[in-house]
């Protein structure tokens, strides 16, 4: 079935606003993170060790400094600009 224009429309404003929020930029830069953590102790362990391992651990281990230095370097971007 064809959609009609307006909803195409109101579709590609909220996929754009989505795109460009801090909240879903937060989250893919997360995820980056977690699979760069996941890739380092895969290799570590010697086999695949899975995402959801690889989530929990870098939750545990390395979430609040990523996060407390993701927002000095927010607040200094800002300063500087």
Request: net charge positive.
């Amino acid at each position: 079935m064809n959609k009609p224009a307006e909803m195409d429309s109101s579709t590609d404003d909220g996929a754009l606003f989505l795109k460009n929020s801090v909240l879903y930029k937060e989250f893919l830069a997360g995820r980056e993170e977690i699979l760069k953590h996941k890739w380092i102790e895969s290799e570590k362990a010697g086999s695949d060790i899975g995402f959801e391992k690889a989530l929990l651990d870098w939750i545990v281990k390395h979430r609040s400094s990523w996060r407390e230095r993701r927002v000095r370097e927010s607040k200094l971007a800002k300063a500087l600009a």
